[in-house]
């Protein structure tokens, strides 16, 4: 894999911060599915630390997967809590429209959501490589697509090498996931900087080190 991306991808900078996300998303073993939560797992996000009700919570509750007291119904199961936890966002349609689970993570990079994968379709297609994701999204994890379509993710999400070079944590983050928080960011960026030691640049990883937000805060 590190071969492939140094061959698509020539930007020293843009190849660490591609290797500094796949490790953190997927390991860096090769594309992966998001794995499905187990009944507890969905139980435990069901509600705060304080005891009040998460947002995850509130949309299971919604879309019946749980009831209001944090138990499972007999609509529970693992494509049921993506299809109502991802529901009614990144281009996906509501709970019935089954596009939660249709359009979990997937990849390198873990795409999701509808129109992610039609945005990366798209960018594929413009390219010359003909992939039908959104009949067929589970071809983002074949082999012949996973890296072109991560850089095509990447590429729609605004990584040009201008953009690398003024890379920070939290932009990273935004870029990748926004939803994920300060411990993942910090991760990623940690990934990012090991990528550029271990290829000998000390001199921009040093930089990126004081490119940490939570850091600074």
């Known amino acids: 894999l590190k071969r492939a991306i140094f061959g698509s991808v020539t930007n020293p900078l843009r190849q660490s911060l591609l290797q500094g996300t796949i490790k953190i998303e997927t390991g860096g073993d090769g594309p992966v599915t998001e794995r499905a939560y187990t009944r507890q797992n969905t139980i435990d996000k069901v509600f705060n630390e304080d005891g009040t009700t998460s947002t995850w919570g509130r949309r299971l509750v919604r879309d019946g997967v749980v009831r209001a007291d944090g138990t499972l119904t007999n609509l529970y199961s693992g494509d049921n809590v993506f299809n109502s936890v991802y529901a009614l966002g990144g281009g996906n349609g509501n709970f019935a429209s089954g596009d939660g689970a249709r359009f979990k993570g997937r990849g390198l990079v873990q ?23 959104i009949a067929n999204p589970e071809l983002v994890n074949d082999t012949r697509y996973a890296l072109p379509a991560a850089l095509a993710f990447l590429e729609y999400a605004g990584l040009t090498n201008i953009v690398a070079e003024d890379m920070t944590t939290k932009r990273l983050n935004n870029m990748i996931n926004s939803r994920e928080g300060r411990v993942k960011a910090v991760k990623r960026w940690n990934a990012v900087i090991s990528s550029l030691r271990a290829a000998g640049d000390t001199v921009k990883a040093d930089e990126l080190e004081l490119r940490n937000e939570y850091a600074a805060q």
């Open 111 to 133: 795409i999701t959501g509808k129109t992610n994968y039609l945005e990366v379709q798209n960018i594929l297609q413009a390219k010359g490589i003909n992939v039908n994701l």
